[in-house]
């Protein structure tokens, strides 16, 4: 059974900085693309970033450039997110998803609050 | 960016009726090396993350009840639900993954009438 775990996310101050992590199992992770989905409160979804099976090429909305960082370890089957400068805009529930093209299978989400 | 545009917003639909929910995309998502779409369509239920139903605009995803399906090519699409069950009950959303950035359509909350 595929799975994904979030972890990592929490209240944190405009400015500051978060680590997401994301924890697979049940497929070869070192095959997969894999995304981060984020959702605002009541809001829809947005794509945040993806990143390549051996992690060569990663990519970014335009609101998170320069900003977060996207990377993995498959040796863990392990991905990070990792956030700084964060916004309130930011504040949302953060999906890590299987896949770059097609989203077949979401963790249950990590909720990132950025509040003062 | 392809901006994805869904309607309605919401629509009520009696049990075991059709419902249709239509996405548009301001450039065409058809790869010509395939012929194929690059369009997906996501169910998201309360408290709950999406779930993948549509992929290639009109390939079901293993295990999605046949009462689901997808059309359209080019720039315009459509899901259809033909006999609304009540656990379809959900927020459906579009998604393009012709170009980075994917991006999704606002969504469409379908409600039992």
């Known amino acids: 059974e595929v799975q994904l775990v979030e972890s990592g996310g929490g209240l944190v101050q405009p400015g500051g900085s978060l680590r997401l992590s994301c924890a697979a199992s049940?497929?070869?992770?070192?095959?997969?693309?894999m995304s981060w989905v984020r959702q605002a409160p009541g809001k829809g979804l947005e794509w945040v970033a993806n990143i390549k099976p051996d992690g060569s090429e990663k990519y970014y909305v335009d609101s998170v450039k320069g900003r977060f960082t996207f990377s993995r370890d498959n040796a863990k089957n392990s991905l990070y997110l990792q956030m700084n400068s964060l916004r309130a805009e930011d504040t949302a529930v953060y999906y890590c998803?299987?896949?770059?093209?097609?989203?077949?299978?979401w963790g249950q989400g990590t909720l990132v609050t950025v509040s003062s | 960016d392809i901006v994805m545009t869904q309607s309605p917003d919401s629509l009520a639909v009696s049990l075991g009726e059709r419902a249709t929910i239509n996405c548009k995309s301001s450039?065409?998502?058809?790869?010509?090396?395939?012929?194929?779409?690059?369009l997906g369509w996501y169910q998201q239920k309360p408290g709950q993350p999406p779930k993948m139903l549509i992929y290639?605009?009109?390939t079901r995803e293993s295990g999605v009840p046949d009462r689901f399906s997808g059309s359209g090519s080019g720039t315009d699409f459509t899901l259809t639900i033909s006999s609304l069950q009540a656990e379809d009950v959900a927020v459906y959303y579009c998604h393009q993954c012709y170009s980075t950035p994917r991006t999704f359509g606002q969504g469409t909350k379908v409600e039992i009438k």
């Open positions: 290639w605009a009109s």
């Open positions: 998803v299987r896949g770059g093209q097609w989203f077949g299978a």
């Open positions: 450039q065409s998502v058809l790869y010509s090396s395939n012929n194929k779409n690059c």
């Open positions: 049940g497929f070869i992770f070192s095959n997969y693309w």
